[in-house]
């Protein structure tokens, strides 16, 4: 067999960081001097493709188009217009129809999420890449890399694609898009376990991520679709958004009202033709109206004005929405997943302790900001001397830089490093001052072989000192003093130094020791590792986090107050993210269950894991996708927050995926239905705020429209079953609906938050849209209704007024007995109060409008014409509103029983959480 042939196919699912470098390069049949042979490299890239991404078929711009009429909303709205056109009522058709194109063209600009993020994650491929080709260095296009290739790395390069790597030197890479680890990798060449997630493979670099510092040569052992990049590609390929659950509910609720008219409209024709031989035409249009008045042709219209709403508001707490339903969706959650980096931590590492021979000491800030303070037993200390050392190693050991850029702060190097800038400023060091007093003459680079940095330096006077700061294990075997605060250094007591270390890793925090040495050091040719003397003094420990967001911390209590779990998934190790959890408030801050113990999970037992653990560390993205579908399974809306191209699948895939919008990827962006403006956790707790809100006045407008909707067709149909003339007629339905729908019901999206909001359970996830009590709620209405438009029509006919008098008089009712808006604005609680009604300005102007419109109706020529109306005599009009306020308070007499009673009351708030 030929070395290429002996080449592990691309496709293979090798585990190259579990196999020895040397072993992968004969594997590929390659030269780790002298590279491929140009012309084998040649057949390689026909027999594996070109190292891109697949771009998959894409939909046209119509069949896009066309999509978005696909939904019951607008097969309802679609009914009614072509009803409407029967009608010959060709204003209010064009209307609806309007309405339907408006939201077509809506959907249609903001489709296309999933092409855009494969685009993204396409996009992060490099462009070039230097490699051997027959003993010589080329730069080539990255597409044109091969399995077997060797790739030569340097500091600030793009890897081209996934590498064994097969020589370092002191190789850092930045992973946090891939893995979710907030500080740059440290790479090796020893082969790992079997079963090591990504984060864990240091032998290992990935395709899309950057070279931080080193170098390093690397076999190409994945391209294109297999490497980890490219599995992610087709995790999110391979994922289907969901139906929000607003969409099912009200897809339900579309085919109920559909199943309601229907049975109704055959019931009433077959009575009315066999039974009462009323004529075909009246009857059909009797039967016509009957439809009309049921359908609730201006839902649609207000759902989508009432998301819009949302979306306004939201933009204004920096939650940007990429999708109108999403809106409601966030009411609906009852888990939040949210990745660890950069979501509830700000993604920059800090100083938060230290620990030195006679104290330990606190560190309050917030991330790279230089503001804050030391702290021993909560109180503020000064600049003790060992402190002071501390500070000084920090300033001048370092070789980031820390910079403000439009009001961040940012680094340039290594984030463990850039955090001990704000640590001695807070100290009350500058390093401007420091450099100037003690200039650096020598210094040994920081290299993971040793796992140190030393610097040495002058004094004004003369005097060479050596500053060192790396692993503890390395600085304390180098140490025989330590520093105390009297001044003179004392044997060292490594035993408390080690419990101490342990201590700060137990809570999640990265260790460093700090050391110095007063005189000389080294040789006059230059300082090398084996120079640093075994004399040192070691000043103490500082321990380092990327520490929880102050404001996710009362998010997260928030959450948990309105019944929301907080879920942590994150990429990194298992102690760093318990220590943190604990720290927000999730999980008791020691449980969490790893990437490799998922691995060893079946369906049925992670489902069960989900409901006891909140914390999941070293997650890969199909772990993340597994939990998020884990979750789902157990019937709960799941919101998940991320930032990494490795956490786009779950995004996807969750109910609502909610994208960092500072920090976050593109490709991550792009699988989001929400980007957080200000990657602020706290923004989501704000965010499912505004989706309760939205969801509820949604409820609000069903349960005052429906009633209305009833009574029309409850007139209609008494009027056939009993045999008297039609109250109303089709056309008169049709009028009071655009007046609930347009002047009213849209006065119902601008409801403000119910002060309660967060205070309850959220919704099951099978919760209908129209519950038990609203069931009840609307045919109480309804019946009520009904009874004062029958008695507003006959007493009008006992007057002796005429059919037309008699029917613009009971429209008047129907109109006025919508005093019931002012009921709907409270489910329970009572309306019967001016304060009650202060919070919706636009209450007033709807109620204005009706009164205009109405006037215009009942005496306008024109519209008598139309409707068939007569003028009403004006002292009818305090009869109509005497029998509109009775109705009013028959609804709150109502909703008082129901408050009074603990039963009644427990009932309808288990009918509303869908219990």
Same mark, same amino acid.
């Given at each position: 067999?030929?070395?290429?042939?002996?080449?592990?196919?691309?496709?293979?699912?090798?585990?190259?960081?579990?196999?020895?470098?040397?072993?992968?390069?004969?594997?590929?049949?390659?030269?780790?001097?002298?590279?491929?042979?140009?012309?084998?490299?040649?057949?390689?890239?026909?027999?594996?493709?070109?190292?891109?991404?697949?771009?998959?078929?894409?939909?046209?711009?119509?069949?896009?188009?066309?999509?978005?009429?696909?939904?019951?909303?607008?097969?309802?709205?679609?009914?009614?217009?072509?009803?409407?056109?029967?009608?010959?009522?060709?204003?209010?058709?064009?209307?609806?129809?309007?309405?339907?194109?408006?939201?077509?063209?809506?959907?249609?600009?903001?489709?296309?999420?999933?092409?855009?993020?494969?685009?993204?994650?396409?996009?992060?491929?490099?462009?070039?890449?230097?490699?051997?080709?027959?003993?010589?260095?080329?730069?080539?296009?990255?597409?044109?890399?091969?399995?077997?290739?060797?790739?030569?790395?340097?500091?600030?390069?793009?890897?081209?694609?996934?590498?064994?790597?097969?020589?370092?030197?002191?190789?850092?890479?930045?992973?946090?898009?891939?893995?979710?680890?907030?500080?740059?990798?440290?790479?090796?060449?020893?082969?790992?376990?079997?079963?090591?997630?990504?984060?864990?493979?240091?032998?290992?670099?990935?395709?899309?991520?950057?070279?931080?510092?080193?170098?390093?040569?690397?076999?190409?052992?994945?391209?294109?679709?297999?490497?980890?990049?490219?599995?992610?590609?087709?995790?999110?390929?391979?994922?289907?958004?969901?139906?929000?659950?607003?969409?099912?509910?009200?897809?339900?609720?579309?085919?109920?009202?559909?199943?309601?008219?229907?049975?109704?409209?055959?019931?009433?024709?077959?009575?009315?033709?066999?039974?009462?031989?009323?004529?075909?035409?009246?009857?059909?249009?009797?039967?016509?109206?009957?439809?009309?008045?049921?359908?609730?042709?201006?839902?649609? !219209?207000?759902?989508?004005?009432?998301?819009?709403?949302?979306?306004?508001?939201?933009?204004?707490?920096?939650?940007?929405?990429?999708?109108?339903?999403?809106?409601?969706?966030?009411?609906?959650?009852?888990?939040?997943?949210?990745?660890?980096?950069?979501?509830?931590?700000?993604?920059?590492?800090?100083?938060?302790?230290?620990?030195?021979?006679?104290?330990?000491?606190?560190?309050?800030?917030?991330?790279?900001?230089?503001?804050?303070?030391?702290?021993?037993?909560?109180?503020?200390?000064?600049?003790?001397?060992?402190?002071?050392?501390?500070?000084?190693?920090?300033?001048?050991?370092?070789?980031?830089?820390?910079?403000?850029?439009?009001?961040?702060?940012?680094?340039?190097?290594?984030?463990?490093?850039?955090?001990?800038?704000?640590?001695?400023?807070?100290?009350?060091?500058?390093?401007?001052?420091?450099?100037?007093?003690?200039?650096?003459?020598?210094?040994?680079?920081?290299?993971?072989?040793?796992?140190?940095?030393?610097?040495?330096?002058?004094?004004?006077?003369?005097?060479?000192?050596?500053?060192?700061?790396?692993?503890?294990?390395?600085?304390?075997?180098?140490?025989?003093?330590?520093?105390?605060?009297?001044?003179?250094?004392?044997?060292?007591?490594?035993?408390?130094?080690?419990?101490?270390?342990?201590?700060?890793?137990?809570?999640?925090?990265?260790?460093?020791?700090?050391?110095?040495?007063?005189?000389?050091?080294?040789?006059?040719?230059?300082?090398?590792?084996?120079?640093?003397?075994?004399?040192?003094?070691?000043?103490?420990?500082?321990?380092?986090?990327?520490?929880?967001?102050?404001?996710?911390?009362?998010?997260?209590?928030?959450?948990?107050?309105?019944?929301?779990?907080?879920?942590?998934?994150?990429?990194?190790?298992?102690?760093?993210?318990?220590?943190? !959890?604990?720290?927000?408030?999730?999980?008791?801050?020691?449980?969490?269950?790893?990437?490799?113990?998922?691995?060893?999970?079946?369906?049925?037992?992670?489902?069960?894991?989900?409901?006891?653990?909140?914390?999941?560390?070293?997650?890969?993205?199909?772990?993340?996708?597994?939990?998020?579908?884990?979750?789902?399974?157990?019937?709960?809306?799941?919101?998940?927050?991320?930032?990494?191209?490795?956490?786009?699948?779950?995004?996807?895939?969750?109910?609502?995926?909610?994208?960092?919008?500072?920090?976050?990827?593109?490709?991550?962006?792009?699988?989001?239905?929400?980007?957080?403006?200000?990657?602020?956790?706290?923004?989501?707790?704000?965010?499912?705020?505004?989706?309760?809100?939205?969801?509820?006045?949604?409820?609000?407008?069903?349960?005052?429209?429906?009633?209305?909707?009833?009574?029309?067709?409850?007139?209609?149909?008494?009027?056939?079953?009993?045999?008297?003339?039609?109250?109303?007629?089709?056309?008169?339905?049709?009028?009071?609906?655009?007046?609930?729908?347009?002047?009213?019901?849209?006065?119902?999206?601008?409801?403000?938050?119910?002060?309660?909001?967060?205070?309850?359970?959220?919704?099951?996830?099978?919760?209908?849209?129209?519950?038990?009590?609203?069931?009840?709620?609307?045919?109480?209405?309804?019946?009520?209704?009904?009874?004062?438009?029958?008695?507003?029509?006959?007493?009008?006919?006992?007057?002796?007024?005429?059919?037309?008098?008699?029917?613009?008089?009971?429209?008047?009712?129907?109109?006025?007995?919508?005093?019931?808006?002012?009921?709907?604005?409270?489910?329970?609680?009572?309306?019967?109060?001016?304060?009650?009604?202060?919070?919706?300005?636009?209450?007033?102007?709807?109620?204005?409008?009706?009164?205009?419109?109405?006037?215009?109706?009942?005496?306008?020529?024109?519209?008598?014409?139309?409707?068939?109306?007569?003028?009403?005599?004006?002292?009818?009009?305090?009869?109509?509103?005497?029998?509109?306020?009775?109705?009013?308070?028959?609804?709150?007499?109502?909703?008082?029983?129901?408050?009074?009673?603990?039963?009644?009351?427990?009932?309808?708030?288990?009918?509303? !959480?869908?219990?």
């Amino acid at each position: 067999m030929d070395q290429a042939a002996r080449a592990s196919t691309a496709g293979d699912a090798v585990a190259w960081h579990a196999i020895a470098a040397d072993e992968v390069v004969k594997r590929f049949g390659t030269d780790s001097i002298n590279g491929l042979d140009p012309d084998d490299a040649v057949a390689r890239l026909q027999k594996y493709g070109h190292n891109r991404l697949p771009e998959g078929k894409r939909r046209g711009p119509l069949m896009r188009f066309l999509a978005q009429f696909n939904n019951v909303l607008v097969y309802v709205l679609l009914g009614a217009g072509f009803i409407k056109l029967m009608l010959v009522l060709w204003v209010d058709a064009s209307i609806i129809f309007g309405v339907v194109i408006l939201n077509a063209i809506l959907g249609f600009i903001q489709e296309g999420k999933a092409e855009k993020a494969l685009e993204s994650i396409r996009n992060m491929l490099s462009a070039e890449a230097r490699t051997l080709r027959g003993g010589e260095t080329r730069l080539i296009a990255a597409e044109q890399l091969v399995p077997g290739d060797i790739v030569l790395l340097e500091s600030g390069d793009k890897i081209p694609a996934d590498l064994r790597l097969a020589d370092v030197k002191n190789l850092r890479t930045e992973e946090a898009a891939l893995t979710g680890e907030s500080v740059p990798t440290d790479k090796n060449i020893e082969p790992v376990a079997l079963n090591s997630t990504v984060g864990d493979r240091g032998c290992m670099a990935f395709s899309g991520t950057m070279v931080v510092s080193g170098r390093a040569t690397g076999v190409v052992v994945a391209t294109g679709s297999t490497t980890e990049l490219g599995r992610i590609n087709a995790l999110l390929a391979g994922v289907s958004a969901l139906e929000t659950p607003l969409l099912r509910q009200v897809k339900k609720f579309g085919y109920a009202i559909t199943a309601v008219v229907a049975a109704v409209g055959v019931l009433v024709f077959a009575y009315g033709k066999w039974v009462k031989g009323i004529d075909f035409v009246e009857l059909f249009q009797a039967v016509v109206g009957i439809a009309v008045s049921v359908i609730p042709e201006g839902l649609p !219209a207000i759902i989508t004005i009432t998301l819009a709403i949302g979306v306004q508001r939201m933009a204004q707490r920096n939650a940007i929405i990429r999708q109108l339903p999403a809106v409601e969706t966030l009411g609906s959650v009852s888990r939040i997943c949210s990745d660890k980096t950069g979501t509830l931590t700000l993604m920059e590492m800090m100083v938060v302790s230290a620990v030195t021979a006679e104290a330990t000491y606190q560190v309050t800030g917030n991330g790279y900001a230089p503001e804050g303070e030391i702290t021993r037993d909560g109180k503020a200390v000064a600049k003790e001397p060992v402190l002071a050392l501390m500070g000084r190693v920090s300033m001048l050991c370092n070789d980031a830089v820390l910079f403000q850029e439009q009001g961040i702060w940012k680094v340039e190097g290594d984030p463990t490093e850039g955090a001990l800038y704000p640590f001695a400023t807070k100290l009350g060091f500058d390093r401007g001052a420091e450099l100037a007093a003690s200039p650096r003459i020598d210094a040994i680079p920081f290299e993971s072989e040793h796992k140190f940095m030393a610097t040495l330096h002058r004094s004004a006077e003369g005097q060479e000192f050596l500053l060192v700061k790396g692993a503890p294990e390395v600085i304390l075997a180098h140490c025989d003093r330590q520093q105390t605060v009297a001044g003179p250094a004392v044997p060292i007591d490594r035993a408390r130094f080690m419990q101490a270390s342990d201590q700060l890793a137990g809570q999640g925090e990265r260790v460093l020791a700090l050391a110095w040495h007063e005189g000389p050091v080294g040789k006059p040719a230059g300082l090398s590792p084996a120079d640093l003397p075994k004399t040192l003094v070691l000043l103490g420990l500082i321990g380092l986090l990327d520490p929880p967001r102050k404001e996710a911390i009362e998010a997260v209590r928030e959450c948990h107050g309105g019944g929301i779990r907080v879920t942590m998934i994150t990429g990194d190790h298992r102690i760093t993210a318990a220590a943190i !959890a604990g720290m927000l408030g999730i999980g008791d801050g020691k449980t969490a269950v790893t990437g490799a113990e998922i691995e060893e999970m079946n369906e049925a037992t992670l489902q069960e894991t989900v409901r006891e653990v909140d914390v999941f560390a070293r997650a890969s993205p199909e772990h993340k996708l597994r939990l998020v579908k884990a979750i789902q399974a157990n019937r709960q809306i799941v919101a998940m927050t991320g930032d990494g191209v490795n956490d786009a699948p779950a995004l996807k895939k969750a109910d609502i995926g909610v994208a960092m919008g500072i920090k976050g990827t593109e490709v991550t962006k792009e699988a989001a239905e929400m980007i957080l403006a200000d990657d602020n956790f706290a923004s989501i707790t704000a965010a499912v705020k505004e989706g309760r809100t939205v969801y509820n006045n949604i409820e609000k407008a069903i349960l005052f429209m429906l009633p209305t909707n009833v009574a029309q067709a409850l007139v209609i149909t008494v009027a056939i079953f009993l045999g008297f003339t039609m109250p109303i007629t089709a056309p008169q339905v049709l009028w009071i609906n655009m007046v609930t729908s347009v002047a009213l019901g849209l006065v119902i999206a601008f409801e403000p938050h119910e002060l309660d909001a967060m205070n309850r359970p959220p919704r099951a996830v099978d919760r209908p849209i129209l519950t038990g009590f609203g069931i009840w709620r609307v045919i109480f209405v309804g019946l009520t209704l009904l009874a004062v438009t029958l008695w507003a029509f006959f007493w009008m006919k006992s007057q002796g007024a005429s059919d037309e008098l008699a029917r613009t008089v009971a429209v008047n009712m129907i109109t006025i007995g919508l005093f019931y808006l002012l009921n709907s604005r409270y489910l329970l609680d009572s309306s019967l109060s001016v304060t009650a009604h202060l919070g919706n300005r636009y209450l007033p102007l709807g109620i204005g409008a009706v009164v205009v419109l109405q006037l215009l109706f009942t005496y306008a020529p024109p519209l008598q014409a139309i409707f068939g109306n007569e003028a009403i005599p004006l002292r009818t009009w305090p009869w109509l509103f005497a029998g509109g306020l009775a109705f009013f308070l028959v609804v709150e007499a109502e909703k008082l029983v129901i408050r009074s009673s603990a039963l009644l009351r427990q009932a309808v708030t288990a009918a509303e !959480a869908g219990t």
